[in-house]
């Protein structure tokens, strides 16, 4: 059977380095493996082209699809960017999918699915050093703003976010809101996947950059994969052929360091935002957040908000430092 793992997590949360440190584990065991990196945006792993039929879908579907809604909607794209190929393992990454993943699951029937976080001041501060936006602001479809409001204050599932929106104001508020309204609606999907009994695995990006050997294998042992003879060294030597700069693991922590990234035999299904190529070093050194984002109100009460929800989900299928909380 071909493994297929499903990853989601709002952007500049680790998906990427979640993705990557899972796919050179499968195709060290497979010799193959085939990537799809944000299907509602890139065409390709470059970021050289983007996928008009995927923005288009992004356009089309909610951000926040109800259960009625996941059960009765249809998207040939996603079918196709989903779907596996006879004995290849397929990884998928999704950072505007969280409000959508009953969909995807459904559609992609994925034999794990994986939920990616991190605090949101880190988030803020990683948005401000790539001059991203979550809610699509400068990119190649109108802005979310409208469309997240909307749907928070009419989505009865989002009451933890609703909470919150006539206190958010300015754009770098409303990105806060989006990180907690994905987040909320990924821990009710999550939730409902699990229960069901299917496979599910939630990691916090500060144990996985802490562990990403064995992140990986957690996350394989998860979708059926027996364990992969992995070092770190067979990483770095994957990524040294590789030809974008990417910095996935701090220096000081790990030998993996800044390396050079593209000559896997990974189809060309896989890319990273276009900041890091230009400005890797600036982009991915982790550094301690702005001390004024550190102490925002604000964001120390959406953060606890987050965190409060996950603290009550079966910590068997949790990987986070200690007991996650606010930090």
Same mark, same amino acid.
């Given at each position: 059977?071909?493994?297929?793992?499903?990853?989601?997590?709002?952007?500049?949360?680790?998906?990427?380095?979640?993705?990557?440190?899972?796919?050179?584990?499968?195709?060290?065991?497979?010799?193959?493996?085939?990537?799809?990196?944000?299907?509602?945006?890139?065409?390709?792993?470059?970021?050289?082209? %983007?996928?008009?039929?995927?923005?288009?879908?992004?356009?089309?579907?909610?951000?926040?699809?109800?259960?009625?809604?996941?059960?009765?909607?249809?998207?040939?794209?996603?079918?196709?960017?989903?779907?596996?190929?006879?004995?290849?393992?397929?990884?998928?990454?999704?950072?505007?999918?969280?409000?959508?993943?009953?969909?995807?699951?459904?559609?992609?029937?994925?034999?794990?699915?994986?939920?990616?976080?991190?605090?949101?001041?880190?988030?803020?501060?990683?948005?401000?050093?790539?001059?991203?936006?979550?809610?699509?602001?400068?990119?190649?479809?109108?802005?979310?703003?409208?469309?997240?409001?909307?749907?928070?204050?009419?989505?009865?599932?989002?009451?933890?976010?609703?909470?919150?929106?006539?206190?958010?104001?300015?754009?770098?508020?409303?990105? *806060?809101?989006?990180?907690?309204? %994905?987040?909320?609606?990924?821990?009710?999907?999550?939730?409902?996947?699990?229960?069901?009994?299917?496979?599910?695995?939630?990691?916090?990006?500060?144990?996985?950059?802490?562990?990403?050997?064995?992140?990986?294998?957690?996350?394989?042992?998860?979708?059926?994969?027996?364990?992969?003879?992995?070092?770190?060294?067979?990483?770095?030597? *994957?990524?040294?052929?590789?030809?974008?700069?990417?910095?996935?693991?701090?220096?000081?922590?790990?030998?993996?360091?800044?390396?050079?990234?593209?000559?896997?035999?990974?189809?060309?299904?896989?890319?990273?935002?276009?900041?890091?190529?230009?400005?890797?070093?600036? *982009?991915?050194?982790? %550094?301690?957040?702005?001390?004024?984002?550190?102490?925002?109100?604000?964001?120390?009460?959406?953060?606890?908000?987050?965190?409060? %929800?996950?603290?009550?989900?079966?910590?068997?299928?949790?990987?986070?430092?200690?007991?996650?909380?606010?930090?």
């Amino acid at each position: 059977m071909t493994t297929s793992i499903s990853i989601y997590g709002v952007g500049r949360s680790g998906t990427k380095l979640t993705q990557l440190v899972t796919c050179m584990a499968l195709a060290r065991q497979y010799h193959t493996c085939d990537l799809s990196y944000e299907p509602f945006y890139w065409a390709n792993r470059h970021c050289t082209q %983007m996928s008009l039929p995927g923005i288009r879908e992004h356009g089309r579907l909610p951000l926040f699809l109800t259960e009625a809604a996941a059960e009765t909607l249809d998207s040939p794209y996603l079918r196709a960017k989903t779907r596996r190929r006879d004995g290849v393992p397929l990884v998928t990454k999704f950072i505007r999918g969280n409000g959508r993943i009953r969909l995807i699951d459904r559609l992609a029937a994925p034999d794990v699915s994986v939920f990616v976080f991190r605090p949101v001041v880190s988030v803020l501060d990683s948005i401000r050093r790539c001059r991203f936006d979550l809610l699509g602001e400068r990119q190649e479809y109108p802005s979310d703003q409208p469309r997240l409001v909307e749907e928070i204050r009419h989505n009865s599932e989002l009451e933890v976010s609703a909470s919150f929106l006539d206190r958010c104001i300015s754009t770098e508020d409303l990105n *806060a809101l989006w990180w907690l309204a %994905m987040n909320e609606a990924a821990l009710r999907a999550f939730a409902e996947i699990h229960a069901a009994g299917r496979p599910v695995l939630l990691i916090d990006q500060r144990w996985f950059v802490a562990h990403p050997l064995d992140g990986a294998q957690r996350l394989l042992a998860s979708a059926g994969v027996a364990a992969i003879d992995i070092a770190v060294g067979d990483l770095h030597d *994957a990524w040294m052929r590789q030809e974008t700069v990417l910095q996935t693991v701090a220096a000081a922590t790990s030998p993996l360091g800044y390396v050079e990234t593209d000559e896997l035999p990974f189809r060309d299904r896989v890319s990273c935002h276009p900041a890091e190529k230009t400005s890797a070093q600036h *982009a991915f050194v982790p %550094m301690p957040p702005d001390p004024a984002l550190a102490v925002h109100p604000l964001y120390r009460e959406i953060n606890e908000a987050f965190f409060g %929800m996950l603290r009550q989900f079966d910590p068997a299928v949790v990987c986070a430092p200690s007991m996650p909380g606010q930090e």
